[in-house]
């Protein structure tokens, strides 16, 4: 691991420019409640204790040694190498007394000293190569939690892990999932008085999601609450369920319902109640999981729970019926604004379905519900209690020809952190406007994603034409609900953090990190990391010296995974007058694809595109829409043997380097299927007109194949999310 670093420049005066001083000793204990809750005083300020910051998790840093109007000086502090390869950096620094902690794929957690940058433990908690295949979506890990003398976080396997702060080693480890299931942990854990909250991945596959409390001292289960009723004939656990199970039909416990909170836990010490957002239905069509309509509750929703006992207080379903993966995973903001002259305490999110929404905190009231993207289709309008009207045509399990909904399944805002400046008063969205296509088949798989669509289809209608579609960073005012500016620089598939120096932080592909004014917009300040930047990124202070620190992972120019191109995995921190610098970038120039010839008929590879969507375009991606560093397999050379291809997929022969065996899920003859398949891709990139990321149509991600005699189908769904 190479650590570059550079002394501080005038700490003593920086010091007092700030009015603060933050301690270089770790002492591992001083995160719990009370910290938490004063986080914007004299000694709190400087640090960055929890995923978004504080409860609140507006990722605002009351820090102002760096302003839009010395943003120009910010250097390069110091730099740390990560090893971790085959999968995607979504870590989010927390720091803490010094130290600043980041997770990598793997669930593995680096701390280091946050002035310096010298190594201070890593801890692999040895997640099973083989676990990949019980993935949604990616392997990778959000953050950690730090609760007095102990660093916390969840596994890829479902385990929750507590190590000691200043050591790394451990001091418990419970399960925390079912192990016999395809469940995982991929979010940041959140504590508060000594209770964590935490909930499973997996709606993508048959699950009942859950939101569970953990004493943060042994990691027992404290309580338990199940999103979706499961089988009527036997007690429900909660008794809201009771009532939640008549708004579904048929069996859907048979396929679990879905509704796992993946993400979204907020804890407000004002109410002391715990707000999650639930993830989608299971399977994707209501039509299919839920025969004859019903709400489904409570996925797709935000719910409030007494923190202390995990007792259901009250809930608001964002997409009732969801048919399209617009799950409320996406972070939930609490502040005080004043809204018709009254102050409000608020919990607000924007959400993948487009909408933004204001309720308050202590009784979930819906005080504001307006599109922060130009259009929406899924919904005509709200009625008198902002309970969304659905559009008829978008019940596309039912109508049987399909639809192309607005914003796309991919979300008008996904996982990405959003941050909010009480400055300012604005909304800082990673946004994304477009449409998706969606076909209903039940039974239908995709990705290993138990979805029922079929993504090798068309709607019947063609897509919406969309005036301003694209992805961008917004910049949305909550009380008066509308847009202030559009960074078109920015974009949806990158974390935001803004400061009291009136700043916005955000990365941009392909390889850069940017400030902007957080009033106007306008881009201040820009720098080449080398690799995308995909989490989010935390100011703190040491020593009276503020730092920027931030994750880019991923190839020198691409946001995809490429077969030759050199991989980056860094910790950068920068501030005022740094003067490091990164090694100088590989040169990349892709080279031609020399793939063998095609071979096999047609239906050998419909076959193959069915298991390569099935078990393989989850991590290598379809027309890059997976950010991510694995190999873009057109340019494999076993593409050119039987033998090679099979000794990889199917006997582990690249085991040690992240590519598990798919014995149990393949045969042979479904690897020489895929073979054929991609060797088709390889071939569709070959002869295509030169892109901007080099040959074929995306930063090392393959485009599905056509079936035969049908046009060309759409991307994956597989949107990077849980």
Same mark, same amino acid.
């Given at each position: 691991?190479?650590?570059?670093?550079?002394?501080?420049?005038?700490?003593?005066?920086?010091?007092?420019?700030?009015?603060?001083?933050?301690?270089?000793?770790?002492?591992?204990?001083?995160?719990?409640?009370?910290?938490?809750?004063?986080?914007?005083?004299?000694?709190?300020?400087?640090?960055?204790?929890?995923?978004?910051?504080?409860?609140?998790?507006?990722?605002?840093?009351?820090?102002?040694?760096?302003?839009?109007?010395?943003?120009?000086?910010?250097?390069?502090?110091?730099?740390?190498?990560?090893?971790?390869?085959?999968?995607?950096?979504?870590?989010?620094?927390?720091?803490?007394?010094?130290?600043?902690?980041?997770?990598?794929?793997?669930?593995?957690?680096?701390?280091?000293?946050?002035?310096?940058?010298?190594?201070?433990?890593?801890?692999?908690? /040895?997640?099973?190569?083989?676990?990949?295949? %019980?993935?949604?979506?990616?392997?990778?890990?959000?953050?950690?939690?730090?609760?007095?003398?102990?660093?916390?976080?969840?596994?890829?396997?479902?385990?929750?892990?507590?190590?000691?702060?200043?050591?790394?080693?451990?001091?418990?480890?419970?399960?925390?999932?079912?192990?016999?299931?395809?469940?995982?942990?991929?979010?940041?854990?959140?504590?508060?008085?000594?209770?964590?909250?935490?909930?499973?991945?997996?709606?993508?596959?048959?699950?009942?999601?859950?939101?569970?409390?953990?004493?943060?001292? %042994?990691?027992?289960?404290?309580?338990?609450?199940?999103?979706?009723?499961?089988?009527?004939?036997?007690?429900?656990?909660?008794?809201?369920?009771?009532?939640?199970?008549?708004?579904?039909?048929?069996?859907?416990?048979?396929?679990?319902?879905?509704?796992?909170? !993946?993400?979204?836990?907020?804890?407000?010490?004002?109410?002391?109640?715990?707000?999650?957002?639930?993830?989608?239905?299971?399977? !994707?069509?209501?039509?299919?999981?839920?025969?004859?309509?019903?709400?489904?509750?409570?996925?797709?929703?935000?719910?409030?729970?007494?923190? /202390?006992?995990?007792?259901?207080?009250?809930?608001?379903?964002?997409?009732?019926?969801?048919?399209?993966?617009?799950?409320?995973?996406?972070?939930?903001?609490?502040?005080?604004?004043?809204?018709?002259?009254? /102050?409000?305490?608020?919990?607000?999110?924007?959400?993948?379905?487009?909408?933004?929404?204001?309720?308050?905190?202590?009784?979930?009231?819906?005080?504001?519900?307006?599109?922060?993207?130009?259009?929406?289709?899924?919904?005509?309008?709200?009625?008198?209690?902002?309970?969304?009207?659905?559009?008829?045509?978008?019940?596309?399990?039912?109508?049987?020809?399909?639809?192309?909904?607005?914003?796309? +399944?991919?979300?008008?805002?996904?996982?990405?952190?959003?941050?909010?400046?009480?400055?300012?008063?604005?909304?800082?969205?990673?946004?994304?406007?477009?449409?998706?296509?969606?076909?209903?088949?039940?039974?239908?798989?995709?990705?290993?994603?138990?979805?029922?669509? %079929?993504?090798?289809?068309?709607?019947?209608?063609?897509?919406?034409?969309?005036?301003?579609?694209?992805?961008?960073?917004?910049?949305?005012?909550?009380?008066?609900?509308?847009?202030?500016?559009?960074?078109?620089?920015?974009?949806?598939?990158?974390?935001?953090?803004?400061?009291?120096?009136?700043?916005?932080?955000?990365?941009? *592909?392909?390889?850069?990190?940017?400030?902007?004014?957080?009033?106007?917009?306008?881009?201040?300040?820009?720098?080449?990391?080398?690799?995308?930047?995909?989490?989010?990124?935390?100011?703190?202070?040491?020593?009276?010296?503020?730092?920027?620190?931030?994750?880019?992972?991923?190839?020198?120019?691409?946001?995809?995974?490429?077969?030759?191109?050199?991989?980056?995995?860094?910790?950068?921190?920068?501030?005022?007058?740094?003067?490091?610098?990164?090694?100088?970038?590989?040169?990349?120039?892709?080279?031609?694809?020399?793939?063998?010839?095609?071979?096999?008929?047609?239906?050998?590879?419909?076959?193959?595109?069915?298991?390569?969507?099935?078990?393989?375009?989850?991590?290598?991606?379809?027309?890059?829409?997976?950010?991510?560093?694995?190999?873009?397999?057109?340019?494999?050379? *076993?593409?050119?043997?039987?033998?090679?291809?099979?000794?990889?997929?199917?006997?582990?022969?690249?085991?040690?380097?992240?590519?598990?065996?798919?014995?149990?899920?393949?045969?042979?003859?479904?690897?020489?299927?895929?073979?054929?398949?991609?060797?088709?891709?390889?071939?569709?990139? /070959?002869?295509?007109?030169?892109?901007?990321?080099?040959?074929?149509?995306?930063?090392?991600?393959? +485009? *599905?194949?056509?079936?035969?005699?049908?046009?060309?189908?759409?991307?994956?769904?597989?949107?990077?999310?849980?």
């Amino acid at each position: 691991m190479r650590i570059q670093f550079i002394a501080a420049l005038g700490a003593a005066s920086l010091a007092a420019a700030a009015g603060l001083v933050m301690p270089t000793s770790a002492t591992g204990a001083s995160v719990d409640t009370q910290h938490l809750v004063a986080s914007h005083s004299p000694e709190n300020a400087g640090q960055w204790m929890s995923y978004g910051r504080d409860y609140s998790e507006q990722r605002y840093s009351p820090l102002k040694q760096i302003t839009a109007d010395n943003v120009s000086q910010l250097g390069l502090a110091w730099y740390a190498d990560l090893a971790e390869r085959g999968g995607s950096y979504e870590t989010t620094p927390v720091v803490v007394d010094g130290r600043i902690y980041v997770t990598a794929p793997w669930s593995k957690v680096y701390a280091f000293d946050a002035k310096t940058g010298k190594p201070l433990w890593k801890y692999d908690p /040895k997640v099973p190569g083989e676990w990949a295949v %019980n993935l949604c979506c990616g392997i990778v890990n959000r953050g950690v939690a730090v609760w007095k003398d102990k660093v916390i976080w969840g596994t890829l396997d479902g385990r929750l892990i507590a190590v000691n702060a200043k050591t790394g080693k451990k001091v418990w480890e419970v399960q925390a999932t079912d192990r016999t299931k395809m469940q995982s942990i991929t979010g940041a854990p959140r504590i508060a008085d000594g209770r964590i909250f935490i909930g499973e991945a997996g709606s993508e596959f048959h699950q009942r999601g859950y939101l569970a409390a953990y004493d943060a001292e %042994n990691g027992k289960e404290l309580w338990r609450w199940w999103a979706v009723p499961g089988d009527p004939s036997k007690p429900f656990e909660q008794p809201e369920l009771e009532w939640a199970a008549k708004t579904w039909h048929g069996e859907w416990w048979k396929t679990g319902g879905g509704g796992t909170p !993946w993400d979204a836990i907020t804890y407000d010490p004002v109410t002391d109640l715990v707000f999650v957002g639930t993830g989608n239905g299971a399977p !994707w069509p209501a039509e299919i999981r839920s025969p004859g309509g019903g709400d489904n509750l409570f996925t797709s929703s935000i719910v409030a729970l007494e923190a /202390k006992t995990g007792k259901y207080r009250w809930h608001y379903q964002a997409t009732p019926q969801d048919s399209f993966d617009f799950d409320n995973t996406q972070q939930l903001v609490t502040a005080d604004l004043v809204i018709d002259g009254e /102050k409000k305490h608020v919990v607000m999110q924007a959400p993948k379905n487009g909408v933004f929404y204001v309720l308050e905190a202590a009784t979930g009231k819906v005080l504001k519900a307006h599109l922060y993207v130009p259009t929406a289709n899924w919904l005509t309008g709200f009625d008198a209690n902002y309970r969304p009207i659905l559009n008829p045509e978008a019940n596309y399990g039912k109508i049987g020809k399909g639809f192309h909904v607005v914003p796309s +399944a991919g979300g008008a805002h996904s996982w990405h952190p959003m941050a909010f400046n009480p400055n300012t008063g604005l909304m800082y969205i990673p946004t994304n406007y477009s449409s998706f296509p969606l076909v209903a088949e039940a039974g239908a798989k995709m990705g290993n994603q138990l979805l029922s669509i %079929n993504v090798a289809k068309r709607p019947q209608d063609p897509p919406p034409k969309l005036e301003g579609a694209g992805s961008y960073l917004l910049a949305w005012d909550p009380v008066n609900m509308k847009e202030v500016w559009k960074q078109p620089q920015g974009t949806s598939r990158s974390g935001v953090m803004t400061t009291a120096g009136n700043l916005v932080f955000q990365g941009s *592909p392909p390889h850069s990190f940017n400030a902007y004014r957080a009033d106007t917009g306008e881009r201040v300040w820009t720098t080449d990391t080398q690799a995308n930047i995909v989490g989010g990124s935390a100011s703190y202070m040491v020593d009276g010296v503020q730092y920027i620190a931030v994750v880019a992972a991923g190839q020198a120019g691409f946001g995809g995974g490429g077969y030759w191109a050199p991989n980056y995995a860094r910790l950068l921190v920068y501030k005022l007058g740094g003067k490091a610098e990164l090694p100088p970038a590989v040169p990349y120039t892709p080279p031609p694809l020399n793939p063998p010839p095609e071979f096999g008929d047609e239906q050998l590879i419909v076959r193959g595109q069915k298991k390569y969507n099935e078990h393989c375009a989850t991590c290598h991606g379809n027309d890059g829409r997976v950010s991510s560093i694995f190999p873009d397999l057109r340019y494999a050379g *076993p593409l050119h043997s039987a033998e090679a291809f099979k000794a990889i997929v199917i006997d582990g022969a690249l085991q040690q380097n992240g590519m598990v065996s798919f014995r149990k899920v393949l045969t042979p003859e479904d690897a020489e299927a895929i073979r054929a398949y991609v060797v088709r891709l390889a071939h569709q990139a /070959k002869n295509a007109p030169p892109g901007p990321f080099g040959p074929g149509r995306g930063p090392g991600a393959a +485009a *599905p194949a056509p079936a035969p005699g049908a046009a060309t189908p759409p991307a994956s769904p597989s949107a990077p999310h849980q």
